[in-house]
């Protein structure tokens, strides 16, 4: 009895953990589009038309260029692997961030990068 009870609560584990790690890849896919939205939104809003990526993840909240308050995003998001907010930058080529990827992943092993390339500029080097 015991043994099938053990077996028992080992498959229901299992089934358990799987679900949690859909629930944070779900979590992370839904995280790094927000980041997407928010680079190209800060990219297309430039004050003088000159589009930039922005230097950093705290442009993101409160946009210096302008005088006032721009927010591109209403908070820097956990990582759902590691529960931090801390984040690796993908750099654009001219300069600033123009993605990010999570520091830690579990699971797979796999990193996932998310990143905004303007349409207009895909073709140029």
Do not use: C
Request: aromatic share 10%.
């Amino acid at each position: 009895m015991l043994a099938i009870l053990s077996a028992g609560l080992a498959a229901v584990g299992q089934l358990w953990s799987a679900a949690a790690e859909r629930e944070r890849a779900r979590q992370l896919a839904w995280t790094g589009e927000q980041f997407v939205q928010a680079i190209a939104s800060y990219y297309h809003s430039a004050p003088n038309g000159q589009k930039r990526y922005p230097p950093d993840l705290q442009a993101l909240l409160l946009d210096p260029r302008f005088l006032s308050t721009r927010r591109h995003l209403r908070r820097i998001y956990l990582d759902p692997y590691s529960g931090r907010a801390g984040w690796g930058l993908v750099a654009a080529p001219g300069g600033g961030i123009m993605g990010v990827y999570p520091l830690a992943q579990g699971g797979g092993g796999t990193i996932s990068r998310f990143v905004y390339r303007d349409p207009a500029a895909q073709g140029r080097p």
